[in-house]
């Protein structure tokens, strides 16, 4: 039984392949455009997910869309009505693509597939939390989906017992967490849908002065994490902007204008929405544990990428586990509506022995076979060493220990927005100089964004305040007390950025102002090379935590091939490139080429 799962036409376009129950490819379209968060209907996804399964688009059983575009065009139509006159531009410009694609659905797969069988489509928030609970090691938990809006939905929860899930309560458009958590996005100078990652790591060098002006003005929150916001103050129903001028007017001045300079104010108000936000996430996951009575939750949703408010979730909500699906986002829901259709809708039996996820590390998009990657190199007449895999883990780990910056390309690519270690860019996290070379010379991102660490499974209780497994980087948590370093009173008195001067850790790379790390673990079982990389490192410096980083620069997506990796490797201030078993020194490489055409040859090892 083949399922192919499409998810599209709004942000992180994907497809995914399950077969027979077991999620065997999936990959976001903006992988192979190499356009950031592409949005359009995903061929390319589609056809290496049916190229890796050695099928053709005949083979497949069904075929299901994400969420369901009728209903979703009925809550933007009767939103413009609502907010009449005024909501009527905001109708009128979204009308083109509705009217010409996310009305036909099925005719464009069709068209775009050449598919003639059955299509299926899934409420949106449905999608998210089958792809929260299926892929869990969990026989049955609760679910908690949270995002910006679906059809109606803005957040969900239910529970999962077996091989069925089902919705309890819903809160409804325009009252969102994920679109309250945009409008501060959009207000402090990010762009929405991609910049919410920068506003969460920008929170721990502000106050939260304005969480109280937030809880008056503009949302009336309930103990149960429900709330309802004062849209005096938004104009995502009835405009083209996420805030208005009575929201610039409450906060004393209009939003921060991209690239300017952030100030104080800025540091403050991104603490205090984010202080909010896990307070409603807290107050929720309280409500569900109320409700279902469970001791395992599942989360989904785009709001589920906040790391921080999972980990506070973690540490003070009621729950005994949670799983966290890595592709949160709209990505996710292509494999979520799959897994629904065999799960649920054809009724098959699930198995969940309550320790191993199905997810597969999300290591499942392209991989390369050493041949391939050696054509490659021969082709660009690009210089390399070949090295035995055997000696790779230490070669590479005295390169980090030097204070190199190291370029790793390895195995199937990550599917989420994290890179987990396939496509990773990684540092020696005890060099206090990195964050900063890496951020400025490498990523050309700000300065003030915090790297993760990956960290040695069994190791992880010795470095962090974490006691459970964290393998999608979606759990904060803080550094050991017994791994910080005393730092000068004066500390405390630093304002924003300088508070980054200090050595806050033994791992001063990846602890963030507060003390915090976004972590990830690695097992050797998941991921056996890398994890052997770390292990090297460990054996050589008594310290098992190295930085991991997606491989990218800022504005572009994760790498897929080989030329996406070498073209960043060269574009870029990192010292050294690891492609399978093959090492570039960049001091050996000639300047690079504009014309590279390398015939792309997706495969799976």
């Not at 659905?105 to 068209?111: A, D, G, N, S, Y």
């Not at 906040?306 to 506070?312: A, E, F, L, Q, Y």
């Not at 050294?576 to 040859?601: H, T």
């Amino acid at each position: 039984m083949k399922i192919l799962g499409i998810s599209c036409f709004y942000h992180d376009s994907a497809a995914c392949l399950v077969i027979d129950g077991d999620i065997f490819a999936a990959a976001q379209e903006e992988r192979f455009t190499r356009k950031k968060h592409d949005f359009n209907f995903p061929i390319n996804s589609v056809n290496w997910c049916l190229k890796a399964a050695g099928i053709s688009v005949n083979d497949l059983d069904f075929v299901v869309f994400y969420d369901k575009p009728l209903i979703k065009f009925e809550r933007i139509l009767e939103t413009s009505l609502t907010f009449a006159p005024t909501g009527v531009r905001q109708f009128i410009q979204a009308m083109p693509l509705w009217l010409k694609q996310k009305l036909w659905i099925p005719e464009l797969i069709r068209k775009e597939l050449d598919y003639q069988g059955k299509i299926l489509f899934t409420e949106h928030h449905e999608a998210h939390a089958a792809s929260a609970f299926y892929p869990s090691p969990f026989k049955e938990a609760a679910f908690l989906t949270m995002d910006g809006v679906g059809e109606w939905e803005t957040a969900s929860f239910g529970a999962g017992k077996e091989n069925d899930i089902e919705i309890k309560q819903v809160l409804r458009f325009p009252h969102s967490l994920g679109l309250l958590y945009s409008a501060f996005t959009y207000y402090t100078g990010f762009r929405v849908n991609s910049g919410e990652y920068k506003l969460m790591g920008l929170a721990p060098y502000g106050k939260p002065k304005y969480a109280d002006l937030i809880l008056e003005k503009l949302i009336d929150l309930k103990d149960d994490g429900s709330f309802k916001m004062n849209m005096k103050y938004f104009g995502y129903c009835n405009g083209l902007r996420m805030t208005n001028w009575a929201f610039e007017r409450l906060f004393g001045g209009p939003a921060r204008k991209a690239e300017s300079k952030i100030t104080q104010k800025d540091m403050d108000i991104a603490a205090s929405i984010q202080l909010v936000t896990e307070e409603i996430m807290l107050k929720m996951s309280w409500h569900v544990y109320r409700v279902t009575g469970m001791d395992k939750l599942c989360l989904a949703g785009g709001v589920a990428l906040n790391c921080v408010g999972n980990g506070r979730i973690l540490r003070e909500g009621p729950f005994k586990e949670i799983w966290i699906q890595p592709a949160s986002g709209d990505a996710g829901g292509a494999l979520g509506a799959a897994l629904l259709v065999w799960n649920k809708y054809l009724g098959n039996q699930r198995v969940a022995d309550g320790k191993t996820d199905k997810q597969k590390a999300s290591l499942l998009g392209p991989s390369y076979t050493g041949d391939a990657i050696e054509e490659f190199l021969k082709h660009e007449n690009i210089v390399y060493q070949k090295l035995d895999f055997s000696e790779l883990p230490k070669r590479v780990a005295d390169l980090i220990i030097d204070g190199n910056v190291i370029g790793w390309f390895q195995g199937r690519m990550e599917f989420g927005p994290r890179a987990l270690g396939s496509r990773s860019i990684i540092g020696d996290a005890r060099n206090q100089e990195m964050q900063s070379k890496m951020n400025l010379k490498i990523k050309y991102r700000e300065s003030f964004r915090p790297f993760a660490p990956t960290v040695l499974n069994d190791k992880t209780s010795e470095w962090f305040d974490l006691n459970i497994e964290s393998p999608y980087m979606l759990l904060v948590a803080p550094v050991k007390a017994g791994k910080r370093v005393p730092v000068e009173e004066s500390f405390e008195a630093l304002q924003g950025f300088d508070k980054l001067k200090a050595r806050l850790s033994q791992i001063p790379a990846v602890t963030h102002v507060d003390y915090s790390a976004r972590i990830q673990t690695v097992k050797r079982e998941d991921n056996p090379l890398y994890y052997g990389l770390i292990n090297a490192f460990f054996e050589l410096t008594g310290c098992p935590v190295i930085i991991n980083t997606s491989f990218n620069v800022r504005g572009e997506p994760l790498v897929c091939t080989p030329e996406d990796a070498f073209k960043c490797f060269m574009r870029t201030e990192i010292d050294y490139l690891v492609m399978g078993s093959f090492l570039l020194n960049k001091k050996e490489q000639a300047p690079l080429k504009k014309d590279i055409q390398w015939q792309k040859v997706f495969e799976l090892d």
